[in-house]
Structure formats: C-alpha cells, structure tokens
C-alpha cells in the first residue's frame, strides 16, 4: 500500500516523513526543498505477531508494511507547471491514498508559503491544483466518448456521469465528495481521477495540542471540512514524532503517559489508512513463520490464499480457520481449539474476518 504525503511547503511534510520512516529525508525551512518523492517502508504494528510469535516460538516474524512517499511542495499555478506542479500531480497518480499534511500550529520561526496560518486556505489551494488537472482529464474523455457515442448509445450514461463530475469541478467540488452506484464508482475509478483519491487530513499541531480532547480552532476548521467530504482527520505533532521515533517501547510508553496520548501519530495513520482504504489483516502462524497479510474486507477466503501465492489460490480447497482472541484462549494450541471446535473449514464463499488465522490447504 502506497500513502502520498503531500501539503504546502513548510506544513510540515518532510519532517514527519523523517519521524515516521527514520529514512532521514532532508527537511528545512524554505519551499521546494523536497523535488524528487522520498519513499520509506514502515512497519505496521500489530500486537498480535508479538503474541503469536512467543505462543509457537516462531525463528521468524514478517508484519505488514505501508509505503511512505514524501512528495514535493505545491504552489497555486501547479496544474499549469508552475513550481514542481507537474512532477507533484505526477507523483500522486501512483499512490492509492493521499496524506494531507495541514498547518494547524502558529510559530514565527517558520516560514508559511502564503505569510499566513489558514487550514483551509491550504487545503483549497492544493484541491484546485487537483481540480484543475481533473478538469483536463474529464474534457479530454468527454471529447473522445461523444466521438464514439453515434456508434454505442450505451456510452450516453458515462457522458451523464463525466457531466456530473465536471460540474461539481467547476464549483470546487471534489469528486470524492459525490455519491455514486456500486457500477458508476467502477467507472470513475477507471479515470484515475486526482480528486477521487480518499485522503487523510494530518493536523500538524504544536506539542501542548496533541493530547485528545484539545483540539485548537485550526484544527476544528480541518474537522469540519473532512467530514462534508468524508474523509479521515489525524491530530498529530510531526516535531513530536520525530522524538518519539528514537525511543525504545518501554520509553515510548512513558512518554505517551506524560503527553496523555495513547499511541503515535504514526499508529493512528495506519488506523486510518486501514479504514480509508477498508483493508483487514489475516494472520499465519506457526513455528517456521508468524506473518500479517493485508488484504480488501470481503475478500474470499481463495483470493486471500493467493496474497500468499498464487498456487494457493489455484488449488484451493478449505481454509481451517479460527478467530486470534479464540486461538488465544487455548494457549495456541489448535488441537485444543479443534476439541472445543473453535477451528472451522470455509469453503470458496468465506469471508475472510480481520484476526483470522487461518490454514490453507490446496492441491499442487
């Protein structure tokens, strides 16, 4: 999974991609210092790997891993190359989500591009840029479709839809804003759209703010404005983060307690990405291997098998499955969970749950 972390210059961008990948991206305090994308694989922490890992003493432990892109500064007049506006518009086609990283913090020493503290101006000039791209593209593939609609009248309902889509552009309205059928989001989908992309507000607040409950009315703007376009809200403090990164866990809990937060910035990116995205983990385990697999909540228990290889999916036969906080509760010990008959054989049809752990069997 890719996440782009994108925002005006000096919001706080590059600073927190240093604090959560530890890849030591450069930061500093004038526009455009990020040109090409930084990328940094970062770990997504799961409790229950560590749990199993001691239950089967496993010699190996493999978690889930999310990708990280630092993308470029972005200036008005990106859509029309100004600044690096093309390279930034380019670099956010390749991610699956955007992180939005907001000013929400007031600090004299730091520069802001436009001389002034304003979430939601921000958020505006960066949502135009994108319009404005998804502008050409909806132009573009309107052109090309009432070209081709003399010879399929079937293609009248995607000019009712790139209609729609360009309208709500025109009036400065993202396109993940719109409601569409299950068959229409197909659709939009295949248009790769900038504005369709889901995102994650990242508030970048000060270190006195972080605490929950105490949101400043920088903030409070973001949150309102993420919920008319549902999409997710992280408080977080990018220069908190970066100490946080080079503690231990005994250390990072401590300081949690004094801050009164319960996790990291990072932690709740990760919950949020999960959820944007609807993803889930399955798990395996077992002496020679511990591992987290993510995958699409709803996917069939044959597909699931094939996120370990492809032969798995092929020759499927059953997934022997039992829920983690049932296997936990007899030790791990699945000859015990067979007795109680907590272990279950799913056929091509199942679901596979978030905390499965799961066995495949399958014909070679």
Not at 223 to 234: C, I, L, P, Q, Y
Not at 296 to 321: L, N, S, V
Not at 335 to 340: H, L, P, R, V, Y
Not at 343 to 364: A, P, Q, T
Request: glycine share 8%; proline share 2%.
């Amino acid at each position: 999974m890719k996440l782009g972390i994108v925002g005006l210059p000096n919001v706080g961008k590059s600073t927190l991609f240093n604090a959560i990948t530890k890849a030591g991206a450069e930061a500093a305090n004038y526009p455009f210092c990020t040109i090409e994308p930084n990328i940094g694989v970062v770990v997504v922490p799961d409790e229950r790997l560590k749990v199993l890992h001691e239950m089967y003493n496993s010699k190996k432990t493999v978690y889930t891993s999310i990708e990280f892109y630092d993308i470029a500064g972005l200036v008005k007049g990106a859509s029309r190359g100004e600044g690096l506006g093309n390279k930034f518009l380019g670099h956010i086609r390749e991610v699956a989500a955007i992180v939005h990283v907001v000013r929400c913090f007031d600090d004299p020493n730091v520069v802001h591009v436009d001389g002034k503290v304003s979430p939601l101006s921000d958020i505006e000039t960066i949502n135009l840029e994108l319009i404005f791209s998804d502008l050409e593209v909806i132009d573009r593939r309107i052109q090309r479709t009432q070209k081709n609609l003399k010879g399929d009248k079937g293609l009248q309902s995607e000019i009712a839809v790139l209609a729609r889509i360009k309208d709500a552009l025109e009036s400065g309205i993202t396109t993940r804003s719109l409601d569409f059928s299950e068959e229409d989001d197909l659709f939009v989908k295949s248009l790769d759209l900038l504005t369709y992309k889901p995102v994650i507000y990242a508030a970048n607040v000060s270190e006195d703010m972080v605490a929950e409950g105490t949101d400043n009315d920088y903030v409070t703007k973001v949150r309102e404005f993420a919920e008319k376009e549902g999409s997710e809200v992280v408080v977080l403090c990018a220069k908190l983060e970066a100490e946080i990164a080079e503690l231990d866990e005994e250390e990072k809990a401590a300081f949690f307690e004094d801050l009164g937060i319960a996790e990291s910035g990072l932690d709740k990116l990760i919950k949020a990405s999960y959820k944007l995205l609807n993803l889930i983990s399955f798990l395996t385990a077992g002496v020679p291997e511990v591992r987290a697999w993510t995958i699409t909540r709803g996917m069939k228990a044959p597909q699931a098998a094939g996120k370990i290889h492809t032969d798995f999916e092929k020759g499927f036969i059953r997934a022997e499955t039992i829920a983690y906080d049932k296997l936990i509760a007899c030790g791990g010990n699945l000859a015990t969970a067979k007795e109680k008959g907590l272990v279950r054989s799913e056929g091509k049809d199942y679901e596979v749950k978030d905390g499965d752990v799961i066995h495949f069997l399958f014909n070679v």
